[in-house]
Nanobody, 127 residues
Framework: QVQLVESGGGVVQAGGSLRLSCAAS????????MGWFRQAPGKDREFVSA????????YYSGSVKGRFTISKDNAKNTGYLQMNSLKPEDTAVYYC????????????????????WGQGTQVTVSS
């Protein structure tokens, strides 16, 4: 069993930065790939970024590539999403998720691949 708790959300002006954290309980987090997803009001939840269990491979949606950076500290059982150059359209609830294991490849962009989810943290970007 893995429990995930996101933090670091808040209100920021356009062009600003935030770093989201995803703290995981359980000793298996280090062997799991993880992802970040977001859901804006009135929209479906969408893929933002993912990272393999070792941190070697990363994946980004086109809308955040070059602005967001995903990372994973297995020693701390924590994942991160550094968000720079934020835009109003980045406003959403952000969720972290853990995969069943050390998954690699495009399947990490599919939210139904993930079996553990956090409760979400709100990010609001004002113009």
């Amino acid at each position: 069993q893995v429990q995930l708790v996101e933090s670091g959300g808040g209100v920021v002006q356009a062009g600003g930065s935030l770093r989201l954290s995803c703290a995981a309980s359980g000793r298996t987090f280090s062997s799991r790939s993880m992802g970040w997803f977001r859901q804006a009001p009135g929209k479906d939840r969408e893929f933002v970024s993912a990272i393999t269990w070792s941190g070697v491979d990363t994946y980004y949606s086109g809308s955040v590539k070059g602005r967001f950076t995903i990372s994973k500290d297995n020693a701390k059982n924590t994942g991160y999403l550094q968000m720079n150059s934020l835009k109003p359209e980045d406003t959403a609830v952000y969720y972290c998720a853990a995969a069943p294991g050390p998954t690699t490849g495009p399947i990490l962009q599919q939210q139904n691949h993930y079996i553990y989810w956090g409760q979400g943290t709100q990010v609001t970007v004002s113009s």
